[in-house]
């Protein structure tokens, strides 16, 4: 089974913080996705990434930013964080040739408080 | 307007009902269909994928694809208590990104 897991369930951070949220993956997946998720707004792609050292912004990139220096790890950087970025935090996996166009498997999120 | 729609709803039915879930399309190059479900405060887990049009059974789920109409269904034979949760629609062309719908919320009530 694939298994993706992420740093940390609960977070709570001060404005103006650096955040660091880790993901990892163990099923060789080249393709590692961030969102975020929003009641109301649904799911929406903050950064992926093809490979190692790549990075591609999603459609809400604005506050974010990304590194994958392995293969199994992609991390997302709030650089400051602001309230506007608490939420539920999903990091997900996927082999660019798998069964199922690509389907992507997610980690158990991490809900990020900013106070 | 959205790519993928689906209604939010919430949902509630009794146990033991059938019930249908939907999402409509505009893309007619979504070739990749799948559904998600995501209980309360955890990540999304995959439930079904579908190519192209036709249905896909797998034990008191079915998936089912319309392309003509742009439309896909999720059906839930027996509905259990435990099936609470928020279901997904998700979709794509063959490439790595995942366009997702909004989620329904839905509650088998005992």
């Known amino acids: 089974d694939v298994k993706v897991t992420q740093s940390s369930r609960y977070l709570v951070k001060r404005t103006g913080e650096k955040v660091f949220l880790e993901c990892v993956q163990d099923m060789d997946h080249e393709n590692m996705f961030w969102y975020r998720q929003d009641p109301g707004l649904g799911l929406r792609l903050i950064y992926f990434?093809?490979?190692?050292?790549?990075?591609e912004k999603g459609d809400i990139p604005e506050g974010y930013s990304v590194s994958r220096e392995k293969k199994e790890r992609f991390s997302l950087i709030l650089e400051s964080a602001s309230t506007n970025q608490t939420s539920m935090y999903l990091c997900?996996?996927?082999?660019?040739?798998?069964?199922?166009?690509?389907?992507?498997?997610f980690g158990p999120g991490t809900r990020l408080l900013v106070l | 307007q959205k790519e993928v729609e689906q209604d939010p709803g919430p949902l509630s039915v009794p146990e033991g009902a059938i019930v249908s879930l939907n999402c409509t399309y505009s893309?007619?190059?979504?070739?990749?269909f799948m559904w998600y479900r995501q209980y309360s405060r955890k990540g999304p887990e995959l439930l079904m994928y579908?190519?192209?049009?036709g249905n896909k059974e797998d034990g008191r789920f079915t998936a089912q694809v319309d392309k003509s109409s742009k439309y896909i269904s999720l059906f839930i034979r027996d509905s259990q208590p435990s099936d609470s949760a928020t279901y997904l629609c998700a979709m794509n062309t063959g490439a790595q990104k995942l366009v997702f719908g909004q989620g329904t919320r839905l509650t088998i009530n005992p």
């Open positions: 893309n007619s190059a979504f070739q990749y």
């Open positions: 997900a996996s996927s082999h660019p040739r798998g069964q199922g166009g690509q389907t992507q498997y």
């Open positions: 990434s093809y490979d190692v050292k790549m990075k």
């Open positions: 579908t190519y192209s049009s």
